[in-house]
T-cell receptor
Framework: DAGVTQSPTHLIKTRGQQVTLRCSPKSGHDTVSWYQQALGQGPQFIFQYYEEEERQRGNFPDRFSGHQFPNYSSELNVNALLLGDSALYLC????????????FGDGTRLSIL | AQSVTQPDIHITVSEGASLELRCNYSYGATPYLFWYVQSPGQGLQLLLKYFSGDTLVQGIKGFEAEFKRSQSSFNLRKPSVHWSDAAEYFCAVGPLYNTDKLIFGTGTRLQVFP
């Protein structure tokens, strides 16, 4: 039973560029959430997708956008990259709405030069 | 404001010793509480969760946590630590019956000496 998978594992970009990160949820899960984890910090909620729509959003600028596909996989897009966007980006999946815990992938390490 | 506080940034214990990691939360309603563990270079693994019922919950890898409403705490414990328990531990809180938008603490790094 495959868990949450994310690609790529590492990525290096320069300021001003754009990046797309990808996530495939755990089998049977239909809800995908994205988190940003800066070095030495806990994860910060970016947004959540359910039924191909953004359901809830954290305190992140519009440079951060996402998409969910019919197969429940998801992408996180970040435009106009800043040095402060360097972080581990975690994808989490869960089943529907309710008290089901989120399962996390291993993340994508994004470094901005 | 909703928040999670993990007062201990770094804890060092000897293998075989007992462990308690502290977590305090500030939340307007009855929360849904979690502990996650993160090994270097990896994502978060769920250790245990609490949303109702018995305030002492059992998790994986021999961990347990106790919810104390009066103290707004959800401390993680293990009676005997193994070297493989060395990792970063995160407490998180979310709205009851809705796992959207988890709020995480800043984590506690556990180091285990042989």
């Amino acid at each position: 039973d495959a868990g949450v998978t994310q690609s790529p594992t590492h990525l290096i970009k320069t300021r001003g560029q754009q990046v797309t990160l990808r996530c495939s949820p755990k089998s049977g899960h239909d809800t995908v959430s994205w988190y940003q984890q800066a070095l030495g910090q806990g994860p910060q909620f970016i947004f959540q997708y359910y039924e191909e729509e953004e359901r809830q959003r954290g305190n992140f600028p519009d440079r951060f956008s996402g998409h969910q596909f019919p197969n429940y996989s998801s992408e996180l897009n970040v435009n106009a990259l800043l040095l402060g966007d360097s972080a581990l980006y975690l994808c989490a999946s869960s089943q529907g709405q309710g008290n089901q815990p989120q399962h996390f992938g291993d993340g994508t390490r994004l470094s901005i030069l | 404001a909703q928040s999670v506080t993990q007062p201990d940034i770094h804890i060092t214990v000897s293998e075989g010793a007992s462990l308690e990691l502290r977590c305090n939360y500030s939340y307007g309603a009855t929360p849904y509480l979690f502990w996650y563990v993160q090994s270097p270079g990896q994502g978060l693994q769920l250790l245990l969760k609490y949303f109702s019922g018995d305030t002492l919950v059992q998790g994986i890898k021999g961990f347990e946590a106790e919810f104390k409403r009066s103290q707004s705490s959800f401390n993680l414990r293990k009676p005997s630590v193994h070297w493989s328990d060395a990792a970063e531990y995160f407490c998180a809180v979310g709205p009851l019956y809705n796992t959207d938008k988890l709020i995480f603490g800043t984590g506690t790094r556990l180091q285990v000496f042989p």
